[in-house]
């Protein structure tokens, strides 16, 4: 089984910019899709953005534009970059397979505020 660990969130001013991490306990090298999910209060859990092995991304398109996603598979990592932050991408972020078959991680919070 696979553990994941996110970190890289905090409190940023509208605008800002925060660059999220993954980090996978083993290799992520043959899952086909990874991907970034976030849970805002009180609402479900939703998919933001993915990136399958061959670099291929797609993006919710509440994010199309701002967020951008890579991985390194040999690092067994994967990476969300989030520019232009708005309030409403307040949550709390995870990663995960695509569709999601691992143990969802502690997630990392993410605050966009004034």
């Known amino acids: 089984q696979v553990q994941l660990v996110e970190s890289g969130g905090g409190l940023v001013q509208p605008g800002g910019s925060l660059r999220l991490s993954c980090a996978a306990s083993?290799?992520?090298?043959?899952?086909?899709?990874m991907g970034w999910y976030r849970q805002p209060p009180g609402m479900q859990r939703e998919l933001v953005a993915g990136?399958?092995?061959?670099?291929?991304?797609n993006y919710a398109d509440s994010v199309q534009g701002r967020f951008t996603i890579s991985r390194d598979n040999a690092k067994n990592t994967v990476i969300l970059q989030m520019n232009s932050l708005k309030p409403e991408d307040t949550a709390v972020y995870y990663c995960?397979?695509?569709?999601?078959?691992?143990?969802w991680g502690q997630g990392t919070q993410v605050t966009v505020s004034s």
């Open positions: 990136i399958t092995t061959g670099g291929v991304t």
């Open positions: 995960n397979a695509v569709p999601s078959s691992f143990r």
């Open positions: 083993r290799s992520i090298f043959r899952i086909n899709t």
